[in-house]
């Protein structure tokens, strides 16, 4: 019998061009199963939107990307490497790729704009001379738009620009892959606008891969490549933002139909 | 006829709190072994370390100073009549150094310190949990419980028994002004009365035991923060839940040190 490749081992499945492979994935917590089999990939230089409504698993799901969560079941691979079993080390090596823009921004709060970007900097760029670790971070912030905001604490910025810093924290390490958690939930039309298009700036000027949460179907449309829409712990349709608008799927629909 | 239904009663669990108190041993003795493993493990969080290390003892010195004064000098005021009865005034200056120093400072400071900074880091690290920062330290490949953690109970481990030590000396200062405001006795009469009475088997063992008071101070805080579940209010819960078992556990260890000491020698 020859195995479908839904069923292949993730090792065994070689396209160059898909970094993010997710087969089969399950997780629960206590009864509530949130992911009953995700099977998605994400193909270099892509920025897949994931759509969803509110409690559905999004975050979850890129949450396992990077071990944040522990699936129950499945197998996860991010730039090749199959992370079930991977040692602290050789997942923080991996971790270092992927860069992760959380909901709230996740600032430190108790250090400045330009320590929360030299944080991560000094960890893993020891061989960074100060000159070069400060035109680092005020490149960073250039391309974030925010290069006045270097000292101020994070208690003293707005939400867009927090999410702005937060987005310049992530990137100071030059990811391959960005995963954006509800990148425009709370903020206003406008500075949601900006945010969407600087995902898009990030994608084409750094050519990153890109896996974005949101049920905001403006940032959908202006960064998405490609759509995933989840239902019930599954992917229930796929598709480019046209193709989806134009889905007679009820489910599919009732995103659009806000 | 209509059949019968029959509902089932919810289960009951015998002992709740029984199984919540073996699963927090559990987790409790887990994060204890992941700290000794990874204490010895470079890389070595230096600043953090020498930050917390200021923040935990020289921003309680204040605190530590007022308290310790005020037992020296309430515990001489009080003492002192009945001394005289007995016409043993001039035991004071000992007998208030040996308690202090074997008992009283080691005790209350550590409960003063266990109300300031073990609900500190537990409310400081109950709140990074509950905004993802300690998320975002683990996504960007830093171990935030080297960082977060190591230091924090390693500072706390180290700056106790340094702040007992102060409260021992202001104490002593205390009992001196507290003798003197009914009578007249010279500075160096009574510290060189309170010194003498003093033995190394009254410092060692107290000394000793303020490591493990510390160390449990900065755990408890850490354990508790950093397992905060989600929402404010667990930050709250977290501060509130590490003073408690703080000044529980220093007390346990108090009593077990005592037995221990009197075991010895």
């Given at each position: 019998m020859i195995l479908t490749e839904r069923y292949?081992?993730?090792?065994?499945?070689?396209?160059?061009?898909?970094v993010i492979i997710i087969k089969n994935l399950h997780k629960s917590f206590g009864s509530n199963a949130v992911l009953n089999g995700i099977d998605l990939t994400v193909e270099k230089g892509e920025n897949l939107v994931v759509l969803g409504k509110s409690g559905s698993g999004k975050s979850v799901l890129i949450k396992c990307l990077v071990a944040l969560i522990t699936p129950d079941e499945g197998e996860i691979s991010v730039l090749g490497t199959p992370?079930?079993?991977?040692?602290y080390s050789a997942l923080n090596a991996l971790r270092i790729k992927v860069g992760f823009l959380f909901q709230t921004a996740a600032?430190?709060?108790?250090?400045?704009v330009a320590e929360n970007l030299a944080f991560p900097l000094k960890r893993h760029f020891k061989n960074l001379t100060d000159k070069e670790r400060e035109d680092r971070i005020k490149a960073v912030l250039d391309d974030v738009g925010?290069?006045?905001?270097?000292?101020?604490?994070?208690?003293?910025?707005?939400g867009g620009m927090r999410k702005r810093i937060g987005l310049a924290r992530t990137l100071i390490l030059e990811p391959e892959i960005v995963l954006y958690d509800?990148?425009?939930?709370?903020?206003d039309t406008i500075t949601s606008r900006e945010i969407s298009e600087l995902i898009v700036d990030i994608q084409q000027k750094r050519k990153t891969t890109a896996i974005i949460i949101t049920h905001d179907m403006a940032c959908a449309r202006l960064t998405s490549d490609r759509i995933a829409v989840l239902n019930e712990g599954v992917i229930h349709a796929e598709g480019t933002y046209n193709e989806l608008e134009q889905s007679k799927d009820k489910w599919v629909q009732s995103f659009f139909n806000v | 006829m209509k059949p019968k239904t029959i509902i089932a009663e919810p289960r009951r669990e015998l002992f709740p709190g029984l199984k919540s108190a073996f699963a927090n041993t559990g987790e409790a003795t887990v994060f204890a072994l992941r700290f000794f493993k990874e204490?010895?493990?470079?890389?070595?969080?230096w600043k953090e370390l020498l930050k917390q290390c200021f923040k935990i003892g020289y921003k309680s010195l204040t605190l530590v100073a007022i308290t310790g004064f005020i037992m020296g000098l309430v515990l001489t005021l009080q003492s002192r009549p009945t001394m005289a009865e007995f016409g043993a005034e001039s035991w004071i200056p000992g007998m208030v150094s040996i308690s202090l120093v074997r008992e009283i400072a080691p005790v209350i400071t550590a409960l003063i310190c266990a109300g300031k900074i073990s609900s500190g880091i537990g409310a400081e690290l109950g709140s990074m949990k509950v905004t993802e920062q300690i998320d975002a330290m683990e996504v960007s490949g830093i171990n935030p419980f080297k960082y977060l953690v190591v230091t924090r109970i390693v500072a706390a481990t180290l700056m106790i028994p340094l702040l007992v030590i102060f409260a021992d000396a202001v104490g002593i200062v205390g009992s001196y002004i507290g003798i003197n405001i009914n009578g007249d006795v010279s500075m160096r009469r009574f510290f060189a009365q309170a010194v003498n009475s003093l033995d190394f088997i009254d410092l060692i063992p107290a000394t000793i035991k303020t490591f493990f008071f510390g160390f449990f101070i900065g755990f408890i805080g850490c354990f508790k923060g950093y397992n905060a579940a989600q929402g404010t209010e667990s930050v709250g819960k977290a501060a509130n839940s590490a003073v408690v078992t703080a000044s529980l556990g220093i007390f346990i260890m108090d009593m077990l040190a005592v037995q221990i000491t009197d075991f010895l020698y």
């Open positions: 292949l081992p993730i090792t065994q499945q070689k396209n160059a061009d898909d992370i079930d079993g991977l040692n600032l430190y709060d108790s250090m400045t925010l290069v006045e905001a270097i000292d101020k604490m994070p208690s003293e910025l707005s509800e990148p425009t939930t709370g903020l | 204490v010895f493990v470079p890389p070595y969080e």
